[in-house]
């Protein structure tokens, strides 16, 4: 059974940077397919960064630039990289996990709880 519990959230200033972590744990290899999603309420939910099999990545444009996706190099904690924090990035952010594929194949049947993110002007 594949499991996904995020940390790292929290309140950081404009400019700031945060790294948010989601340990992964129930997959025989590390070439899982994996995003991250955020949410604010009332809003949709908004797919932000996905990493594919091989390792290749894609970002919405929200993000592109200052947020990088990661996995280590054993597979067992994903990574959201944000940098140059902006008040519009507060939200709930989620990661979630999908079958050993290929962008844009990815797809998202295994989330997290969810970690808050504020960010202050």
């Known amino acids: 059974q594949v499991h996904l519990v995020e940390s790292g959230g929290g309140s950081v200033q404009a400019g700031g940077s945060l790294t948010l972590s989601c340990a992964v744990s129930g997959y025989t290899y590390r070439t899982y397919c994996a995003h991250w999603f955020r949410q604010v309420p009332g809003k949709e939910r908004e797919g932000i960064a996905h990493?594919?099999?091989?390792?290749?990545?894609s970002y919405a444009d929200s993000v592109k630039g200052r947020f990088t996706i990661s996995k280590d190099s054993a597979g067992k904690t994903l990574y959201l990289q944000m940098t140059s924090l902006k008040p519009e990035d507060t939200a709930i952010y989620y990661c979630a996990s999908g079958a050993y594929r290929a962008l844009p194949e990815c797809d998202s049947p295994f989330w997290g709880q969810g970690t808050q993110v504020t960010v202050s002007s």
């Open positions: 990493i594919g099999r091989e390792g290749s990545v």
